[in-house]
């Protein structure tokens, strides 16, 4: 199947780890112009060093999604270089668990100014240059969070709940521009994210016995997923969420 993705200008935010990562090595496969949009610089660097060394076309650019001029920089510089943006995977995130008795603000802030404002207004800016140019993709990273209530997730859970409707708002805002939003929804991904709980003695037993595919998931997992979201094979799915967690949420 051809994705149509030669030469495409891709953005990923939260690209220099786990899931973002992984997108950016399929994007650099399929022979994108990938840029690896995160806070971490050094290992945003790192990546784009080694992929461009085999070829790929990386560039790495420093990105806080919590400050609009970080947001607003990164996209101007994506356009001095490239002139475009084909496609953006929102898919910067942190997460703070905690039950909900002990949460705090600051706790709060933390999250929501990330996972679900940062979000936001990456996708404005980023949309308003697909606007101009008529066609763009968007791929938010919810979670499988954003449909089930797992314990000490109440402010991760309410930010990926809101990516989930926020994805839908902005589909049926911009479907008029061609622009498509979906999202995606992991499940449980071994990460840095997520090493640590999943390394918990008997937290993975605990998480495979309710995954029907009887593992956690890969980053590679995902990656399939978001290539075929960003791709012309995609044009006529909007606004919809692809849940990519073995079978957790079936029942
Ligand atoms: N790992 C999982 O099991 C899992 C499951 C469902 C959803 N997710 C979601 O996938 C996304 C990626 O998570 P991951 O597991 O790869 O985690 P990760 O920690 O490996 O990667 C997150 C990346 O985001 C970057 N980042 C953090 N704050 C940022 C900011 N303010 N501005 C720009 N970049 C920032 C980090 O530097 C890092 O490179 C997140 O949105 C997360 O919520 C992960």
């Not at 050094?42 to 609009?68: H, I, M």
Request: some cysteine.
């Amino acid at each position: 199947m051809d994705l149509g993705l030669r030469d495409k200008v891709v953005v990923v935010t939260g690209g220099a780890s786990g899931l973002g990562r992984a997108m950016v090595e399929g994007f650099a496969d399929e022979g994108a112009k990938v840029v690896i949009a995160d806070i971490n610089m050094e290992a945003g660097e790192e990546v784009a060093k080694r992929l461009s060394a085999g070829g790929a076309c990386v560039r790495a650019l420093w990105l806080d999604v919590r400050y609009q001029e970080s947001i607003d920089a990164m996209v101007e510089a994506v356009l001095r270089e490239f002139g475009r943006i084909d496609v953006l995977c929102n898919n910067a995130g942190v997460n703070v668990r905690k039950q909900a008795l002990d949460v705090t603000r600051i706790d709060w802030d933390t999250v929501m100014d990330v996972n679900l404002k940062g979000m936001f207004f990456t996708a404005q800016a980023v949309g308003r240059v697909m606007v101009r140019q008529g066609r763009g993709k968007i791929i938010n990273t919810a979670s499988v969070s954003a449909v089930l209530g797992h314990p000490e997730r109440a402010i991760y859970a309410s930010a990926k709940g809101g990516v989930l409707i926020l994805t839908k708002v902005l589909a049926n805002e911009w479907a008029k521009f061609g622009i498509n939003v979906n999202a995606i929804g992991p499940g449980f991904v071994r990460t840095p994210l997520t090493e640590a709980l999943i390394d918990t003695p008997g937290v993975e037993e605990n998480m495979v016995a309710r995954i029907p595919l009887g593992r956690v998931g890969r980053t590679a997992d995902i990656v399939g997923a978001v290539l075929f979201l960003a791709s012309c094979q995609a044009d006529y799915i909007t606004g919809q969420l692809l849940l990519i967690d073995g079978g957790r949420t079936v029942d």
